[in-house]
DNA sequence: ATAGTTAATGACTGGTAAGTCAGCAAGGTT
DNA sequence: AACCTTGCTGACTTACCAGTCATTAACTAT
């Protein structure tokens, strides 16, 4: 008896779908990404596409949501949950986690958002607030703690998170366009924080 | 006698369909960019692009070096001419420049590289060529001239001068997606130059 | 004026890709 | 085994748009 032509497996087909729609939106962008390529990635027919999700742009949203799920909470906690002095944390998981962001998934996800954001004015929405707010709360908050406990003097770092990510963001960019052109992104993160340490201690 | 239905301009059509074409790829990005409404707002048919343009990605190309052509070479006589001390002339004209980019046609550039660079890389490598690496050894041959002087102290921002402007580049992106969310992109920059001079100076 | 040159037009074509749907078959139910 | 439900297929439709070209008309030269 030959083997089925194919399986129903209607829990996996959703994770399998975006999955595959985030390799080709990550080669292609949204525009030039074409969904027949998707279906073909995720080993199903076109069609099938269209029972999970209603539009193109329905299966963009869920890609990004996706990537966007995981990972800021781990940052988040460990902020929390901390017990190392300010310094030394910004030193060492705060720094290895930035080195870590240009290399994963969110780098391309910024991509995306950066060509397609203008037309997808909920989907900005949605990374700032699961993303950018929390991240830039996160390591605004933290800073301020510093100033409170006396290890840090008042500065504008302390309302310019931004300063942080900046070589972060730079970075990813970097990526994206001069893979050819070396830069050592790690050291350019740390280097920033050595920066800010530097500026910011009491 | 009626007025001609239009009047043969072939000195000016070229720069006219750039401006249309770049007004049109600003706000829709390469792929869903309409040659029928760049024709629209040239104010001409879509027959005549191609008298003067064979496709759509040649038009593209001369929209992005059009606004490269411009503008860099201002900061690059500057840096060569200047009589000011480095610290002062990175506190002054170099932070007025860096501070004017990202609301230039400039940051409108670097998101369409960044959409569409990976298919366009001889577009990276125009780019590259004729804006960053010479900015970037502008601002790194300045700091090492400080250096020589004895201004400045031997660090690893002379080998990374894009820690000068990353801030500007996130401002780029800031304003690109979060136009909505404040961000005093005029101080952040500013903060990053004076944490850096702080950092270098002998 | 007249003829010649060429800038400019705009209806048309051909290819492409999002989205549809009638039928098929996997797997469950009795 | 016969029947039913529904996950899944893939050929098809429809709309759109880059690029073409036969024709027109603005300008030039004589």
Do not use: C
């Not at 994770?15 to 525009?31: D, L, M, N, P």
């Not at 999700?53 to 890609?63: D, G, L």
């Not at 060492?92 to 910024?110: T, Y």
Request: aromatic share 8%; proline share 4%.
């Amino acid at each position: 008896m030959a083997a089925p032509r194919y399986r129903r497996r209607k829990e996996d087909r959703p994770q399998e779908i975006t999955e595959a729609a985030f390799s080709v939106f990550a080669e292609k962008g949204y525009a030039s990404a074409r969904l027949d390529e998707v279906a073909r990635r995720a080993g199903v027919s076109k069609g099938l596409l269209y029972l999970y999700f209603n539009t193109k742009e329905e299966i963009f949203k869920a890609v990004i949501k996706s990537v966007v799920i995981r990972r800021v909470d781990a940052l988040l906690d460990a902020v929390d949950t901390t017990e190392l002095p300010s310094e030394e944390f910004i030193r060492g998981p705060l720094l290895k986690f930035m080195q870590g962001v240009p290399g994963s998934p969110v780098a391309i996800v910024i991509r995306l958002l950066i060509s397609e954001g203008q037309r997808h004015p909920d989907l900005v929405d949605y990374y700032w607030d699961n993303v950018v707010s929390k991240g830039l709360a996160a390591i605004g908050g933290f800073i301020e703690r510093g100033v409170a406990r006396g290890e840090f003097r008042e500065t504008a770092v302390s309302e310019l998170p931004q300063l942080v990510i900046a070589p972060m963001m730079l970075s990813m960019i970097w990526r994206i366009l001069f893979t050819k052109r070396s830069l050592d992104t790690d050291k350019l993160m740390e280097t920033q924080i050595e920066m800010i340490l530097a500026y910011i201690k009491a």
